[in-house]
């Protein structure tokens, strides 16, 4: 087929196949990362390739070259500035002392001293990027130091700036390094925050989920012994409502653990909605609790963490219900008004011990509600009331 494409098509097909594969090398090329092990041996590498320059080997012009021994001692030199930047994540401050020794040897025996320097500004970056808390304190002190000095430098050098420009760039590398751990504090901070999070709210989904399946089908097995020996089809009846029961906390497990598998999120079409919640008060009419659901003002669809929490509010209220409160009557109340919704779920029984009260922190039970609902910028309350136990919640809308 490709031999009856004009010449031209042809082309520009090879063409733009070539662009797009060096696009799509280029892209990934550009997205590597150098591991910290790779960075310290090339940077060890390219300071001892720039000391070597300072060896005054024999090959070189007379008054160039030197003797064996001067070229053992500037090679030790260049060794000990250069090698011991393979451990500056591990001992910053010794590698700072070495490659100042080296600097100070340099400096008294008239070398050249531009690629110790250079060690020296290196280091004195790891020292504060790498360093522990004591030794980054000793950082801050050193670059305050220097600041301090390369002033004093300016006033009395009498026009010679050389001191003044080494303190300042001592200086920058060591402020330049405490910037860079204070943000990888930060990343590092908020990598463990999100993670915290995203641990919180999946203890929440699974504790909302196995708690309402769990406790209706206690309430129904109790039931059904209770029945077995009066009346066999009452337990019958008993035994296909936990059947049931148990289907429907497996679905909704699974369309959790789906959506988890999800790269990008949770599932939000496969999460359970307001609208869902005339199938929980069947559920809970089943379980013996006489509930039913009353809604003010029109329905319509909010944010999917609203429609969720919302549906999370329901569902604890009708389980604490159940668990505390079995044979009583509960009425569930959705108002929408402008600003978000209002959730009401009230029974006449006696109410959630003390220990189902939100505490903070708790991240089980009525806490996770009062969780979701503040991480929505909501609120919620739970307590006994005149008439029984009440659980009310107010969720914006969000954009």
Not at 290 to 316: F, K, N
Not at 348 to 372: C, H, K, N, T
Request: hydrophobic share 45%; net charge positive; aromatic share 4%.
């Amino acid at each position: 087929m490709t031999a009856d494409l004009p010449k031209d098509n042809r082309r520009g097909r090879v063409t733009g196949a070539v662009a797009t594969y060096r696009q799509t090398v280029w892209k990934a090329w550009s997205q590597r990362r150098l591991r910290a092990q790779t960075v310290d041996r090339v940077l060890a590498a390219g300071l001892a390739a720039w000391a070597l320059f300072d060896v005054p080997w024999w090959w070189r012009p007379p008054g160039h070259s030197g003797s064996t021994m001067a070229i053992l001692g500037v090679l030790g030199l260049a060794t000990a500035q250069s090698l011991p930047f393979l451990w500056r994540r591990r001992q910053p401050a010794g590698v700072l002392v070495l490659a100042g020794a080296c600097l100070a040897v340099k400096y008294a025996t008239h070398l050249n001293i531009w690629s110790a320097s250079a060690a020296v500004l290196a280091a004195a970056y790891g020292l504060g990027a790498y360093g522990g808390r004591p030794t980054r304190m000793t950082a801050r002190l050193l670059a305050g130091a220097a600041v301090v000095a390369a002033l004093v430098s300016l006033q009395a050098s009498g026009g010679n700036h050389t001191a003044a420009v080494a303190c300042a760039l001592l200086a920058t590398a060591l402020v330049m390094g405490e910037v860079t751990s204070a943000h990888r504090d930060a990343a590092t901070a908020a990598a463990r925050h999100a993670h915290e999070m995203e641990r919180a709210s999946l203890a929440r989904e699974i504790h909302d989920v196995v708690a309402h399946q769990l406790s209706a089908i206690a309430v129904q097995a109790g039931a059904a012994r209770l029945a077995s020996a009066a009346d066999p089809r009452a337990a019958a009846d008993a035994v296909a409502a936990i059947e049931q029961e148990a289907r429907s906390g497996l679905a909704e497990l699974n369309k959790m653990v789906k959506g988890l598998r999800q790269a990008g999120g949770a599932d939000q079409d496969a999460s359970p909605r307001l609208q869902d919640i005339p199938g929980l008060i069947e559920r809970a009419r089943e379980s013996g609790l006489r509930a039913e659901l009353v809604v003010d003002g029109e329905p319509r669809v909010l944010a999917d963490p609203v429609e969720l929490a919302g549906y999370r509010v329901v569902q604890e209220s009708l389980t604490n219900a159940i668990r505390y409160a079995a044979g009583t009557a509960a009425t569930v109340r959705l108002a929408y008004r402008d600003g978000g919704i209002m959730i009401e779920v009230t029974d006449d029984g006696p109410g959630a011990p003390p220990s189902s009260q939100p505490r903070p922190g708790g991240g089980v039970g009525l806490a996770g509600l009062s969780e979701r609902a503040c991480l929505l910028g909501g609120e919620l309350e739970a307590g006994s009331s005149e008439k029984g136990f009440v659980v009310r919640a107010f969720l914006p809308s969000l954009p």
